[in-house]
């Protein structure tokens, strides 16, 4: 039981593993769990690796150099060739720095054996933002690389230093059942951390480990075949029944129960008729080249989807890119893998650690050096700034006016800046959500203050003499939790506190109520509420750059390929706008901005997102520092009103 022979079975699993990840990507119907099969590749690694370090410290051939001469031919040149040709295409289909600096970070990292931590501290695996990373995949590459790492010299220290005094199944099982209850709790503070980091990941690891060395396996054949079975259950019920969980932690535990399960009864078992899948030729064909075919998938669908602009992968389009990516992974193991793991050439010592060395420096140079091939009058600008203090203060806990809301309220400081200073007068932003509302799903203590966070403000309300007040939301958020280009973010219903029974758009107004009736409440005189600004349909700075560099648009048909139309705007924000009329009618005095007049092209058709070579946007949804000043008459014509003796 510890990998001794080729086992076909393995490779149908390693099938079963990589389908469910590419399929969850592809937006194939019943894959909705199939990010699972990254841990069903976890459990794989685990029971192999452990298996054979076992077998070779038994035997006394067990060789670091040999270990990792074996890790080197079996991961490094499918990895090299896939980094090499995706991030020639980012530079030579970029148009923006951000978009080569991301894949040079990710180069180097991959390089160095740590993009699960590089991807940590970027990105969220579940989160929109990462679907533009094209080597985000290779973070699980990471977990394990750590863990060949670890795992040899744990076991050859067990093994050699301390045989008869501790067993090492001891050790493993302490291990594991550490790392299954760190994740458990890490998992409650932050998921993303024990998502990408090997202590919450190791347990999945462990639990091939454990298997390898407990050497456990049905005693009969029809306790085989039932283990199978089960095992098969588990692994194909999670990728079809699973979707957004609080994922890996607990979670995690019935995939990769049954891949252990299905590895247990697989071993020496007689044929039954579940040999349709565990000996199907075609599932062992994509098993044997599942390390390309996953290397490959991922920056397939991130070209697809990224250009030149957003556009959503549909189960058709995933299936067809599914089948791009098998066939490039086919050629990859035929000429790639294959050769260098067969070849007498690569299996010479001093070849195999000079060429890994000198290929290793020359990537790590050339992801140092590389550079886009266009030049700077293809950027549209777009800045992303912040205004924290808006004009001049006269006097302590005395403002006239306090700018509250999310990121977009902070777009929108840049255009009020010059304002404040052209009126005299003076304001701060404040980070403050809607009172009284939550949204549903949010358990943890951290993100529902996030939610909440209107109390904090009200200290500043009690504490201070405020004229007026400004509120700006990306309300659509609160109401969908989705928006234009990110189709697939997880929807939660926005809750009001005191009834939770209510419906999204009954609770939006009341946490607009609540929080224009406590403003009134403590001598806000002026309340201000901004109507939510359109969208774009990708990211305008980069997808503007790539429609003017290579498809050579003008700026008009980049605005209408880019920008909302007043059609889909009206429809997407129609619940919104009938809030925002309910309010109006109930407190006549708070005056509503709309700044998408000024953006309206002069067809009426779509809302602008470029001016010239300026973005007025510097992603999808928030307006840039150009565009926030490109709007600013819509502010102006009301502190004229408000502020008429400053001025």
């Known amino acids: 039981m510890q990998a001794k022979e080729y086992r076909p079975d393995i490779d149908v699993l390693r099938a079963i593993a990589v389908l469910g990840v590419v399929f969850y990507h592809a937006n194939i119907p019943f894959f909705d769990g199939g990010y699972v ?104 590459l990471g977990v394990e690389e750590q863990f060949y790492f670890i795992m040899p010299a744990l ?52 639990m091939g480990s454990l298997l390898a060395y407990t050497n456990w396996t049905p005693k009969n054949q029809k306790a085989k075949f039932l283990c199978t079975l089960i095992g098969l259950a588990l692994m194909l019920g999670t990728i079809c029944f699973y979707g957004k969980i609080n994922f890996p932690a607990l979670w995690a535990f019935p995939p990769c129960l049954g891949a252990c399960l299905y590895i247990a009864g697989g071993t020496k078992s007689e044929k039954n008729i579940l040999q349709f899948i565990t000996e199907n030729t075609i599932l062992i064909f994509i098993g044997v080249v599942s390390y390309s075919f996953y290397l490959w998938h991922w920056p397939i669908f991130v070209f697809y989807s990224t250009f030149p602009t957003h556009r959503a992968i549909t189960p058709y389009a995933g299936f067809l890119l599914s089948l791009l990516g098998f066939a490039i992974a086919v050629f990859s193991w035929r000429f790639i893998e294959k050769p260098v793991r067969q070849n007498p050439r690569f299996k010479n010592r001093k070849l195999l650690w ?174 201000i509420i901004q109507i939510p600004v359109p969208e774009a349909l990708s990211h305008v700075p980069t997808s503007a750059g790539k429609l003017s560099s290579f498809f050579g648009y003008n700026e008009d048909e980049i605005n209408l390929h880019l920008g909302e139309s007043v059609e889909n705007y009206q429809k997407r924000l129609a619940e919104c706008l009938t809030v925002f009329e309910r309010l109006k009618k109930e407190f006549p005095n708070v005056i509503f ?36 000043l490109y709007v600013m008459e819509a502010y102006d014509k009301v502190f004229q009103k408000l502020f008429p003796q400053n001025k």
């Open 37 to 140: 099969g990254v841990s069903i590749f976890f459990v794989i690694s685990g029971y192999l690796i452990t298996g054979i370090i076992k077998r070779k410290l038994e035997n006394h051939t067990f060789s670091f150099l040999e270990f990792y001469e074996n890790r080197i031919r079996r991961i490094l040149p499918a990895l090299l060739f896939m980094i090499l040709i995706i991030s020639l295409l980012v530079v030579i289909t970029s148009v923006d720095k951000a978009e080569v600096r991301q894949i040079q970070s990710s180069v180097k990292r991959i390089l160095i054996a740590i993009p699960n931590i590089f991807f940590y501290l970027n990105t969220n695996y579940f989160d929109p933002a990462a679907e533009t990373m094209h080597l985000l995949h290779t973070w699980s």
């Open 155 to 206: 076991l050859f220290f067990l093994y050699k230093k301390l045989k008869g005094k501790i067993q090492t199944i001891h050790i493993l099982w302490f291990l594991f059942l550490a790392s299954f209850i760190g994740s458990i709790i890490s998992i409650e503070y932050s998921q993303k951390f024990t998502f990408y980091m090997l202590p919450t990941r190791a347990w999945e690891l462990l």
């Open 354 to 527: 000079s060429t890994t060395i000198i290929l290793l420096a020359l990537f790590l140079l050339y992801a140092e050096h590389v550079n886009r091939p266009f030049s700077p009058d293809t950027d549209f600008i777009g800045t992303k700034t912040q205004v924290h203090q808006l004009g001049e203060k006269k006097a302590e806990n005395e403002y006239d006016f306090i700018l509250v809301g999310d990121s977009h309220s902070a777009a929108i400081s840049n255009g009020i800046a010059p304002l404040a200073k052209k009126y005299h007068i003076y304001g701060e932003t404040r980070h403050g959500r809607l009172k009284n509302v939550y949204k549903e799903g949010t358990t943890k203590p951290e993100l529902k203050g996030y939610y909440e966070d209107w109390n904090n403000l009200t200290q500043v309300l009690k504490t201070n003499k405020i004229n007026t007040l400004i509120l700006v939301y990306r309300v659509n958020l609160y109401l969908y939790g989705a928006d234009i280009v990110r189709r697939q973010s997880q929807i939660r219903n926005l809750t009001y506190i005191d009834n939770p029974e209510l419906p999204r758009d009954e609770a939006l107004y009341l946490s607009f109520k609540d929080s224009i009736e406590e403003a009134y409440h403590y001598g806000v005189k002026n309340i």
């Open 593 to 628: 901005v709309d700044v998408k007049p000024y953006l309206l092209d002069e067809k009426q058709q779509v809302y602008k997102v470029i001016h010239g070579k300026q973005a007025l946007y510097y992603d999808d949804d928030h307006l840039s520092k150009e565009g926030a």
